[in-house]
């Protein structure tokens, strides 16, 4: 194994010459923007209404003319309980609650090129989540075409991932403008836009581009928005404050505001990082900031530095309690944190989670901004993956630790990923329901991409993920290029297994020993397969033999009255159902066995003094 | 009146006088290692699995979701260990009834000038047991009451102001300490003064906390330091020895046990001192318990 494991590191570093990479000390190629704004927008805390004028721009990089342009209004999938997204999620998120009384929406008030010509917009889905124009002339290869749009959105009372709370006094703008789909080449010469209606679980997909952004609010409001460059506070004569921002090579904007806000901030990296939090929420913001600052060096040193070296600053806003629902969420150099994850005592570490696993999208979205309606796995997968190594490198794994007793983050994805092992991670984010997405697009990717690096060893896999990352910084790739490049890295034989069995497949597996009495018997259930070892103990002396276990044979016998049998002794393979069941003893462990009565009969002494013990 | 005698002598009176010490930690330690070894047969299946000992051994809860749907066959709580989870809230209340009894004669053990017979120990106990019971039952709903009146509005602003809440539970935690030093005193107190009324000996006890608050504050504070630096001993030595070595635990941990329970004891005969000496009362004889 340890043979193998040098191969691979040695095969993946060389793949990574051919690589793109710039040497120190030279700036990185910044991507072609594709699809640019320039928005001017008024909120209302009163009504919650944003009023906006926007300029945006979209440059076809295709071989293929656009005929159309297709507009995402995401917010009107809160128009009402019986829209498209409402009816699959029972018209609640992670157990928040739409408000019908506080419904959201946008409408587009006008739209015209930029030469003034009036378009139409048509919506493509009954909830008008989607709408389409008709252009003209349809845009060339290589040109660009530039629209103005007024639009009016309503926020509504906070619960997925966009809206306001706490009375008024707090907004997060997620999915609050007209936005651009994607227009890919489906085929040559062929484009269609990839924009799909809202739904439930599905999150985002986007061209990158520039965003110009002048927010103008009560002037006591504090703002913390999506940013590459200066920001700027010019305070209005009717008490009104505008903020701008520019934000370069990114695939969005998101923004919060409340006047409550404070700001905690720590530069990590050449990375300024603000924390963004209210009053009451000091103690929770310092630990988000501590996992922040935490983290990403490591996920710097892992897989690349942060925004290629093109983001200077990164905002996390944790929300009010009544905003949670808001929490949680990924955007280009901003992400937010719900409250409720930091209610719990410091040694429950789900704000910690929730920092680490939203600082990772700034790699796998933000960067590597895959299709996450259409393939969720590939950005929650990898970032969830990233989730577990940081928690193992700055807490030991643990999401509970208390009393002495441990719960990995680790663990808590492989009891989700047991309820439904067999689904695949492949599939767009409105084929699952809100359980098996949790799998598909989180518990199994996290499990398998780590029986991956537990297979092959961390250097390897290391060396996998920063090819990836390096190779599709700013750029859209799919499972397919993932497969490509863990072929290039790791080997055809792991991506096969990885890809056809747990990728595209039902796969699910439990090694397990079934019999040992004078022979051993282990096997196999369920279809994947990874190629292990069992460590067989024989003796009084307790001699142990290393047995290889190929795929190819379902089961083993082991002869010569083996004492103790253990499939992947080391659990590689996080991937199997059980691992309880992977090794046995012919007779139980007596010395254990009085040692847990030891323990279990001081706890005894100890409750039946209860209070009278102090 | 007799010479006062030194604080310092009741304390020593614990290991001068072991019959309380010893039967304390044989009250708990007996029932205990019967009720560990019928439980623990219904793990003991378990034990033929590598991973149930790692599990316990790493404190990982990871794999608690496998052991549980683990099919062991018939062996898995087994009705033996099920009726022994059943006995220990059941061998909970009698031990506790014992104890009362057994504190009676132990504080007028420590109280007496020289040690009680087998037969004045029995007596104290007999004696006392009432009070005691009411003492301690007054003293759970006191800890009821204060603990509900920092709990609640702890619990109903931690959401919001977690650093408010946290105050208001370390306030009512203070308080909860000083009720059970209360009923404490109060129990020393009732036997010392021969008051066999609840609230009388509570009032006697709160008097002599005012007055001798800081000896008595050393003697509890000093009690506590004492038990915490053996609760955190026992954690890492519990962490360091291998699960396997069982023998070493089993004695390292009763012999913390024991020296705990000599810490409790010696605050309760110092504060039997206190209320003796300090009070002007005389030492009470064998007759008087």
Redesign the interface.
């Known amino acids: 194994m340890k043979k193998l494991r040098c191969v691979l590191v040695l095969v993946c570093w060389l793949s990574l010459l051919g690589t793109h990479t710039p040497a120190a000390g030279q700036a990185p190629v910044p991507p072609p923007d594709v699809a640019s704004y320039d928005i001017a927008a008024r909120y209302d805390p009163a009504t919650h209404i944003i009023t906006g004028q926007q300029t945006a721009t979209y440059v076809n990089r295709t071989a293929a003319a656009i005929p159309t342009l297709v507009l995402h209004l995401y917010l009107n999938a809160f128009r009402s309980a019986d829209t498209l997204w409402m009816r699959e999620s029972g018209t609640q998120m992670r157990g928040y609650s739409y408000d019908p009384d506080a419904p959201g929406w946008i409408q587009i008030d006008h739209i015209a090129l930029a030469d003034g010509t009036a378009l139409t917009v048509k919506a493509l889905d009954a909830d008008a989540t989607l709408v389409e124009a008709t252009l003209p002339q349809p845009v060339a290869p290589g040109e660009a075409v530039v629209v103005d749009i007024a639009f009016t959105a309503q926020l509504p009372r906070a619960f997925a991932r966009t809206g306001w709370a706490d009375g008024g006094d707090f907004m997060f703008g997620g999915q609050w403008f007209p936005k651009f789909g994607v227009w890919e080449e489906a085929a040559r010469n062929a484009g269609a836009w990839n924009a799909h209606p809202f739904h439930a679980n599905s999150e985002f997909y986007a061209d990158f581009g520039r965003y110009d952004v002048a927010l103008t609010l009560p002037q006591d409001w504090v703002v913390a928005a999506t940013g590459t460059g200066e920001a700027t506070v010019t305070p209005n004569a009717d008490g009104t404050a505008t903020h701008t921002f520019s934000a370069a090579h990114v695939i969005d904007f998101a923004w919060a505001a409340s006047p409550k806000f404070r700001e905690l901030t720590r530069e990590m990296d050449g990375v300024a990082v603000r924390v963004f939090y209210y009053p009451?929420q000091?103690?929770?913001a310092q630990r988000a900031l501590r996992a922040t600052v935490g983290a990403l060096p490591l996920y710097n040193a892992w897989y690349g530095t942060y925004g290629k070296g093109l983001y200077p600053q990164l905002s996390v806003v944790i929300t009010p309690?009544d905003a949670s629902g808001a929490g949680g969420m990924e955007y280009p150099t901003l992400f937010t944190v719900g409250?409720?994850a930091g209610?719990t005592p410091p040694c429950v570490r789900f704000l910690e989670v929730e920092t680490v696993h939203e600082l990772a999208h700034q790699w796998f979205q933000a960067v590597v901004a895959t299709n996450e309606a259409e393939e969720p796995w590939l950005d929650e997968g990898f970032t969830d993956y990233s989730t577990v190594r940081a928690m193992h490198a700055l807490y030991a794994g643990a999401l509970?630790d208390c009393g002495?007793?441990?719960?990995?983050y680790?663990?808590m994805g492989?009891?989700n990923y047991?309820l439904f092992a067999e689904t695949p991670m492949a599939g767009a984010a409105w084929d699952f329901d809100s359980m098996t997405y949790g799998i598909a697009a989180y518990a199994k990717p996290l499990l398998a991409l780590t029986t991956v690096e537990r297979t092959v060893g961390e250097a390897a896999m290391l060396c996998f993920m920063r090819a990836y990352f390096d190779r599709y910084a700013f750029a859209h790739p799919r499972a397919e290029d993932v497969r490509a490049v863990m072929t290039e890295t790791l080997g055809a034989d792991v991506a096969a297994w990885f890809f056809d069995a747990l990728v595209y497949g039902d796969g699910a597996l439990d090694a397990r020993v079934t019999a040992l009495n004078g022979a051993a018997t282990v096997e196999r259930q369920g279809d994947a397969c990874i190629p292990t070892t069992v460590k067989v103990t024989r003796g009084w002396r307790g001699e142990t033999e290393s047995i290889p276990w190929p795929c190819d044979q379902a089961t083993l016998t082991l002869g010569d009255n083996p004492r103790?049998v253990?499939v992947d002794?080391d659990h590689a393979i996080v991937l199997d159902?059980?691992?309880?069941?992977?090794?046995?003893?012919?007779?139980?462990?007596?010395?254990?066995?009085?040692?847990?009565?030891?323990?279990?009969?001081?706890a005894?002494?100890d409750?039946?003094?209860?209070?009278?013990?102090? | 009146m007799e010479s006062e005698t030194p604080l310092r002598a009741y304390l020593q009176r614990v290991a001068q006088r072991p019959r309380a010490w010893i039967l304390a930690y044989l009250l708990t330690a007996i029932p205990a290692l019967g009720l560990a070894l019928l439980t623990a047969l219904a793990v003991l299946p378990l034990a033929r699995y590598p991973a149930f000992r790692q599990m316990i051994e790493t404190r990982s809860l990871d794999l608690l979701p496998n052991l549980l749907t683990l099919d062991v066959g018939d062996h898995w709580l087994t009705p033996l260990g099920a009726l022994a989870l059943l006995l220990i809230p059941l061998a909970g209340i009698v031990i506790k009834l014992v104890w009362v009894w057994l504190e009676g004669g132990t504080l007028a053990d420590y109280a007496a000038p020289d040690k009680l017979t087998w037969r004045a120990f029995r007596a104290a106990g007999r004696r006392w047991f009432g009070v005691f019971l009411a003492l301690n039952l007054s003293g759970v709903g006191l800890l009821i009451l204060v603990g509900g009146m920092a709990l609640l509005p702890a619990l109903l602003v931690y959401t919001r102001f977690p650093a408010l809440a946290w105050s208001i539970g370390g306030a009512g935690l203070l308080l909860a300490g000083l009720c059970a030093t209360w009923i404490e005193m109060a129990r020393a107190a009732a036997l010392v003064s021969g008051e066999r009324h609840v609230f009388r000996a509570l009032q006697r006890a709160a008097r002599a906390m005012a007055r001798h608050w800081r000896p008595l504050l050393g003697l509890v504070g000093g009690s506590l330091a004492l038990l915490g630096a053996l609760y955190l001993v026992q954690r890492w030595l519990t962490a360091l020895l291998p699960l396997s070595w069982w023998l070493p635990t089993l004695v390292i941990q009763q012999a913390l046990i024991l020296a705990r329970l000599g810490v409790r004891l010696a605050r309760q005969a110092g504060q039997i001192g206190l209320l003796i000496d300090h009070d002007g009362r005389g030492k009470i004889g064998h007759n008087e318990v």
């Open positions: 009451q000091r103690a929770m309690l409250a409720l209610t509970y002495g007793w441990r719960f990995s680790l663990g492989r009891m047991a103790t253990e002794p159902q059980n691992l309880v069941n992977n090794g046995l003893r012919r007779a139980p462990d007596l010395a254990t066995w009085l040692g847990i009565v030891a323990r279990w009969m001081r005894l002494q409750f039946f003094w209860g209070g009278a013990a102090w």
